[in-house]
């Protein structure tokens, strides 16, 4: 059994994420990666993901080894303490979010509630 530790101040990315990213911002020929909120889903909140091409402007930006990974002010409440990773099941692969503020997270995955006083 293991804890995890959530850094409420920052967000987090594995070294598997780290490089899946690495490689989509090489072949999008971008130099950062966005996480963003949206609201959707059957739960009520989706992640949102983007390659930003020009110049960052984003209030929170976090280094992970060369990878970028900036957030919206407006979004940031709602991601903190998020570890970004990427996980292989079978056949299928992709990142995987785990947000200390998200209070319950769909059947399929895709969207998560979050705290009313957090949202």
């Avoid at 967000?11 to 996480?35: D, W, Y």
Wanted: glycine letters at 8%; proline letters at 3%.
């Amino acid at each position: 059994m293991s804890a995890e530790l959530f850094d409420p101040t920052a967000i987090a990315m594995t070294p598997a994420a780290q490089a899946h990213v690495r490689r989509q911002l090489a072949k999008e020929q971008a130099v950062a990666l966005k996480l963003g909120i949206t609201e959707s889903g059957c739960s009520g909140y989706m992640y949102e993901l983007s390659y930003l091409e020009g110049t960052i402007t984003s209030v929170h930006e976090f280094d992970f080894d060369g990878v970028t990974v900036v957030v919206d002010d407006d979004d940031w409440r709602l991601v903190q303490g998020t570890v970004i990773d990427y996980v292989t099941e079978g056949l299928n692969s992709a990142l995987t979010f785990k947000n200390p503020n998200a209070t319950a997270e769909c059947g399929c995955g895709e969207s998560f509630a979050m705290n009313p006083e957090v949202a």
